[in-house]
């Protein structure tokens, strides 16, 4: 029989696992990235933010030399948004994105570049970045000169990177560090980052990656990973097939929270079974992965009335103040909105 549940032990439990409780193992960012499945990093000082808020004595420092010991990969990945990640899970998770081979669609290759283009764009990237670091102008005129297709120019040259993200996601392209100007630099993770083993294949990387998720966002269902993975890309049967592997496995097991079947990781059951109590009111920074790990639709986090407050125009993700497990208002600055109305809430601010 599952093991019940009730939404409130659940939202409470996923706080400490998301270390909003800031135990001295967060004082390393690579604990809070790898605890979170990855922070997401559009913005580096929102990414700063995210560790910080985690720690009892907040350092941005740290991150920084966290990066440029190349303990930490930043990648295209989860939403196709840039994020810090743990070398091995930033690995599976490529390789499930990669799995979906969303640039082979007819609307991609109508809106940027066809398959043959990309092959070019793969092959030059390849030769251009083998123990190199290239800013964007550097590569771009790097696979320019060797395909000699200039019409190429333009696509590598988009702040948004979308023809460089399929490169991403095969496991052939990183971030590298920020160069003495400050622009964006990337690199092969094969000759850039220690022991890096290439992606593994997509079952193999399932069960890596779901478990990652599950141990921060659980319970959870299929759906809920796969919408954060991959906007709900991935391919059903396969995404069904991991998740039976694991459960066959005992990896993974059903529970039940107030009537839906949902996945938690077996190793967890043990801490929902026992729930202790956090009490604590965190603000968190815009992009925090409180919010984006379950999504904006999930209305046990975030209340339908108050969506549009959170996720607002050009996905931006607003700063929110977060108690229980729920988001309970959003802050800007000095100006913090509590919806409930609950003034021990805004006491516990700190």
């Not at 109508?110 to 283009?117: E, I, R, S």
């Not at 069904?240 to 190793?267: C, K, P």
């Not at 607002?312 to 919806?339: C, K, L, N």
Request: hydrophobic share 45%.
């Amino acid at each position: 029989m599952a093991m019940s549940l009730t939404w409130d032990d659940v939202l409470v439990w996923r706080c400490r696992q998301q270390l909003l409780h800031r135990p001295a193992e967060a004082a390393d960012p690579l604990v809070v990235v790898e605890a979170l499945a990855g922070v997401q990093a559009q913005v580096t000082s929102y990414a700063e933010q995210a560790v910080a808020v985690r720690q009892a004595e907040p350092d941005p420092a740290r991150v920084r030399d966290a990066i440029a010991q190349r303990r930490l990969v930043k990648t295209w990945a989860a939403r196709g948004t840039l994020h810090l990640l743990e070398p091995a899970q930033a690995a599976a998770q490529l390789a499930l994105i990669g799995a979906a081979r969303t640039w082979e669609t007819a609307s991609w290759q109508k809106t940027f570049v066809t398959l043959a283009q990309l092959e070019r764009i793969a092959a030059a990237a390849y030769e251009a970045l083998d123990n190199r670091v290239l800013t964007r102008d550097q590569l771009t005129e790097a696979i320019v000169g060797h395909s000699g297709d200039e019409t190429l120019r333009e696509h590598l040259g988009s702040g948004w990177g979308a023809v460089l993200k399929p490169l991403a996601w095969q496991g052939l392209l990183v971030y590298g560090p920020s160069d003495d100007e400050r622009r964006v630099t990337f690199t092969r993770p094969d000759t850039y980052v220690p022991g890096w083993r290439g992606l593994p294949e997509p079952a193999e990387a399932a069960r890596v990656a779901i478990p990652a998720y599950l141990r921060a966002f659980g319970p959870a269902p299929a759906a809920a990973f796969d919408q954060w993975l991959l906007r709900g890309a991935s391919k059903k049967a396969a995404l069904r097939q991991w998740f039976a592997d694991l459960l066959a496995d005992g990896v993974i097991a059903e529970v039940d929270v107030e009537g839906e079947r949902l996945y938690a990781r077996t190793a967890d059951l043990e801490s929902l079974g026992a729930v202790e109590d956090f009490d604590e009111v965190r603000l968190l920074p815009a992009f925090d992965q409180f919010v984006l790990g379950p999504g904006t639709a999930d209305t046990r986090v975030v209340p339908k009335e108050h969506r549009a407050q959170v996720s607002r125009a050009a996905g931006w993700i607003s700063p929110v103040v977060a108690h229980r497990g729920r988001v309970v208002g959003v802050w800007d600055g000095d100006d913090v909105t509590i919806w409930s109305g609950d003034e021990r809430i805004r006491a516990k601010i700190t």
